[in-house]
Nanobody, 130 residues
């Protein structure tokens, strides 16, 4: 079971930028889907950005043009560059990973359910003030 460690959250003013990082303890799979989710209290976890082993990306509509997901295989690290942040981006952000061909086929937002992601990071809080 891979362990994911997320970092990079914090307070930021509207219009600012943050870069989240998520480092995996090991990468043994060659076919996978990894990405970022966010959750606010009382709401369901929302898929924000996904990327597969081919580098194909998918974003939720509200972050298109502002967020960029990327992967550095040499460092086993997933990134989420967040620009032009808005107060509505305030949430706890989680990284997640799923391996296999089925995961790769399902690696498109919006997801019906994130339940098939087998590994999750601990969450990092992003707070955007107006």
């Amino acid at each position: 079971q891979v362990n994911l460690a997320a970092s990079g959250g914090g307070p930021v003013q509207a219009g600012g930028s943050l870069r989240l990082s998520c480092t995996a303890s090991e990468v043994t799979e060659i076919t996978y889907c990894v990405g970022w989710f966010r959750q606010v209290p009382g709401k369901e976890r929302e898929g924000v950005a996904l990327i597969d082993d081919d580098g194909s990306t998918s974003y939720t509509d509200s972050v298109k043009g502002r967020f960029t997901v990327s992967l550095d295989i040499t460092k086993n690290t997933l990134y989420l560059q967040m620009n032009s942040l808005k107060p509505e981006d305030t949430a706890t952000y989680y990284c997640a990973a799923a391996a296999g061909l089925v995961a790769k086929r399902l690696c498109v937002l919006p997801l019906e359910t994130p339940g098939w992601f087998g590994a999750w990071g601990q969450g990092t809080q992003v707070t955007v003030s107006s």
